[in-house]
């Protein structure tokens, strides 16, 4: 049986059409969603965003299941202007899982092989992303993989952290994140994103781009679970 780990459902929609045989569990108040990619069993479950909500869902989740791999997916944002929008970071830093058929399985993929950090809060700022990378040497951040790799552990389940680059210095967010994404309530305020844009209409051209970002690397990443998940 493996796993895989997104954050949210705009991450995973891509990855859950192409599951065949699909039906929903609930386990340790749990929903998780199982199917097969090429006769492999696979079970996703969303973590949800940041560390709270995340250690809390991964170990409930990990609690008497017995996996041959679990694979932290989903988007992450690049700290320097070597990576792409849609381009594949995998995190050595917190993969502890074989990854000699990881690699060649995507090798027709644009990969980057660099340290992920996970860190507390969505950030934009160009200079406060190039300020962390000098200081850490990470490639990439995240919100929930750190957590993930510790529960993972814990448990002695081999991990794989695959992410795609959703946004870069170059191409950052739209909208301040504070109004992209509320943490406590693990959603997007529609009235608070419209406000914003009613005030600064500008922007809307910044966010027509960013869903085109994000289909980007949910589309890469797609194609790299699958060739992944068929590998492994």
């Known amino acids: 049986m493996i796993a895989i780990t997104f954050a949210l459902p705009a991450e995973s929609s891509g990855f859950l059409r192409l599951l065949q045989n699909k039906n929903k569990c ?38 008497d299941r017995q996996l041959d791999c679990l694979i932290s997916a989903g988007f992450a944002g ?68 750190k957590f993930i790799a510790r529960a993972c552990a814990e448990h002695g389940v081999p991990l794989l952290s695959l992410r795609a680059i959703s946004d870069t210095p170059r191409q950052r967010f739209p909208a ?20 914003y844009l009613c005030k600064h209409p500008t922007r809307l051209r910044g966010l027509i781009r960013f869903e085109s970002q994000i289909s980007r690397a949910r589309e890469t990443l797609t194609k790299a679970l699958v060739a992944v998940a068929t590998a492994l």
């Open 176 to 195: 301040p994140a504070h109004v992209l994404f509320n943490i406590e309530r693990q959603r997007t305020s529609v009235v608070k994103l419209v406000l």
């Open 26 to 63: 609930r386990h340790n108040g749990i929903t998780t969603i199982g199917g097969e990619i090429d006769n492999r069993e696979i079970e996703v479950f969303h973590t949800g965003v940041g560390e709270k909500v995340c250690r809390e869902r991964t170990a409930r989740f990990l609690q």
């Open 78 to 145: 690049a700290l320097n202007n070597q990576l792409n929008v849609g381009d594949l970071l995998l995190a050595k830093n917190f993969s502890t899982a074989d990854l000699s058929g990881t690699l060649y399985s995507l090798a027709n993929l644009p990969i980057h092989i660099a340290d992920l950090l996970t860190v507390p809060l969505m950030i934009d700022s160009s200079e406060e992303r190039k300020k962390i990378a000098r200081a850490t040497g990470a490639a990439a951040v995240d919100m929930e993989t």
